[in-house]
Every structure is written in structure tokens, then in C-alpha cells.
Nanobody
Framework: QVHLVESGGGLAQPGGSLRLSCAASGFTFSSYALSWARQPPGKGLEWVSGITSEGDTYYTDSVKGRFTISRDNAKNELYLQMNSLKPEDTALYLC?????????????????WGQGTQVTVSS
């Protein structure tokens, strides 16, 4: 059975940092591209960052230079280091897996999703 379990969310002050983790099981983790997506309160799902099976990384413009995605295939874990957090980063953050790293924004192509971890940025 496939599981993607996010952790590391919480309350942070503007300018602060959080590190999200996503623990995966039940599928060949190293063969999949992986994404972080987020859903702000009352809004739709937004793609944040992706990493291919080869380790190439991609970011939406609003987080470039502040967020860093990484993966550890030995541990079957995905990470998102979030620095210089802003109130507009407040959202439910989800990790997801897909086979084609060229299809980041096509939600229907994602094979597996986690339940999400809440990030709130507020003073």
C-alpha cells in the first residue's frame, strides 16, 4: 500500500524557516518525480516545486531563492527547506509523486498524494 506522509509544518514568523519532510512507502520512490504543492485557505491547489528522479529541481517564481527541494532516495524521503517565509506562504502543503517530471502542473497525472501538513506564517 502506498503512503506519502508529510511532516514539519507549523507556525512560523515572517522571515522564519521551516523544513517539511515527506516519507514515502509502497512504491519505487527513486523512479518517480516528486512535487510539493500547496493550497492556501479558500484557494485552489498551487504547484510549488518539483524534483525529477535524476535530481533536477524546479520552482514556481514566488518561492525561487527562498525554498529548496531535495530528496533522499536511500531513505525514501522528500524535503522542502523554506526560508524567508512570508504570510502568503500560509497553506496546506502536500507532497505528490508522478512518473513524468515534465508535467508538474497536470494534477491528473500524479499517481500518489499525501494528506498534507499545515504551514502558517504569522506574527
Amino acid at each position: 500500500q502506498v503512503h506519502l506522509v508529510e511532516s514539519g509544518g507549523g507556525l512560523a514568523q515572517p522571515g522564519g524557516s521551516l523544513r517539511l519532510s515527506c516519507a514515502a512507502s509502497g512504491f519505487t520512490f527513486s523512479s518517480y518525480a516528486l512535487s510539493w504543492a500547496r493550497q492556501p485557505p479558500g484557494k485552489g491547489l498551487e504547484w510549488v516545486s518539483g524534483i525529477t528522479s535524476e535530481g533536477d529541481t524546479y520552482y514556481t517564481d514566488s518561492v525561487k531563492g527562498r525554498f529548496t527541494i531535495s530528496r533522499d532516495n536511500a531513505k525514501n524521503e522528500l524535503y522542502l527547506q523554506m526560508n524567508s517565509l512570508k504570510p502568503e506562504d500560509t497553506a496546506l502543503y502536500l507532497c505528490a509523486a508522478l512518473r513524468d517530471g515534465n508535467s508538474w502542473h497536470q494534477w491528473v497525472l500524479y499517481d500518489y498524494w499525501g494528506q498534507g501538513t499545515q504551514v502558517t506564517v504569522s506574527s
